[in-house]
Each structure stands twice: as C-alpha cells, then as structure tokens.
C-alpha cells in the first residue's frame, strides 16, 4: 500500500532527526565492527539485528548451577551472527558483542542507526514452575496475552529505567494517525516473524506450552522495525538448563532462527 510506504518514509525521516538524537554510547563501537561492506552483491543483503537479553551487572535469569542467562543470549546470538553472515544473504549486527550493560533503549537506538530491517531479542527465561521448558516467542502488545507473559515483560523491562521509545516523545507534528499505520504495517510483520519462529523452531527443539505470546516489552518498541523476543528456554527446568549452554544446542538453536529469518523475509518483503 504506498500510503503507508510514505507514511513510514515520513515517519522514519522525523523519527530519526528527533526522537532518537543524541546517539548512545557504544554505537561508535557498532558502527565500527558492523560496518556495510561494500561492492553489489553486499548491498542486497538484509540488515538484521540480533540483540542478546541483559549483560554486564544484569545477568538476567540465574539457574540452580549458576549459569546466567546473559552468557547463554550472548553466545547463540553470536552463532546465529556468525550463520546468517555465512550465508551471504544477511549482514547481522549485534546490540553488544561482550559482556556489557546497554539500556534497552539503546539496543533499540542501535538497531535503528543501523537500519536493521528486523530486530530478534535474544533470551532464556526462568519460569516459578521447575517443570515448564521449551522454546517461546514474543511480540509487542498493549495488553499482555496472559498473566505469565506479563510478568516476564515486567521482569525483561526491569533491567532498565528509562522506556523505549514512547509516544509521548516523538514529535508532535507526525500525527496520531501517521504513527498508527505504519505501528499496524510494523505489527502485522512482527506477528509474521513470530509465526516463522514457532514453524521453524517447533521442528528442531521443544517448545513452551503455547509458544507465542505478547505484552509490552520495552525493547520491542521500535514502531517502525517489526520486532520479536525469543525465549531460548527455560533455565528453571533441568533439561533445558543442561542443553542451553552446549555449543551443539546453541547451533541447532541458530540454524532454525535463521532459517525462520528466511522464512520472513520471503512471506513479509518478497523479491
Ligand atoms: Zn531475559
């Protein structure tokens, strides 16, 4: 629909000059390692924006052995990196590449100087309930799906103080209605993903019992980057805590997020 192509164009132009000024610290970094490469073949590539949950003081979920949530974010991110750069197809960059904080709202930031054409969170929860485990997916949503999600979103957002990018802090002059054409176009393409994700991963690993959910995540707030948060699993569960932290897994992991990636881009933008 070119109304809302132009929408998003305007949208996008006003949203970069204002809301997000002042670029945060650790993008020079970005920039830096992530930077295009040149030639044609490289300018077709998707730009894809992987960001692994927590980091640095924020060790996100800890299991019963210790082992903490943002190390195992970090590594499969960095496999699932490695495997769509391998294949030619994608460019991916990282909101943090060692173990270090980044509010989440400079993951978003980033994500956006960067131009990414989809953002995947990376995460592994755990969950009151020692026998839950499996896989899940999570979109952007005003009102949660389910009481568990809504908790997670609580526990996901914590780590930061300051929200996305709210309504309230873009500019004045783009218009309710402008903001929610291209929110719906953004939200219609974040749901395609999840479905991609649920496809794809329910064939390679167990999933949680009704694997896509949806709450108000601040760092899938990008109104115009359709977005998703991945739950690797759960650390609470035994299994899962004994799987996640193996390299085989992480990489059987990333090879059917990448493939889901694919699948999106496929059913979202084709060729
Ligand atoms: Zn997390």
Known sequence: MPDITIARR??????AGTAVGGWPIGLADARKVDKPKKGHAARQRRVV????GHGGVDPGAVSARGIYEKTITLATARELARQLEASGRFDAVLTRRRDVFVPLRDRVAQARAQRAELFLSIHADALPDMSMRGLSVYTLSEQASDRQTAALAVRENKDDFVAGLRLSREPREIGAILLDL???QTNNQSLTLARAIV???????PLLDKPHRAAGFTVLSAPDIPSALVELGCLSNPEDERLLPLPAYQRRLARALARAIDDYFAAALPA
């Open 49 to 52: 924006a992987l960001d692994p």
């Open 10 to 15: 305007v949208l996008l132009a006003a949203v």
């Open 199 to 205: 496809d794809e991963l329910g064939r390679a690993v």
């Open 182 to 184: 291209a929110r719906r």
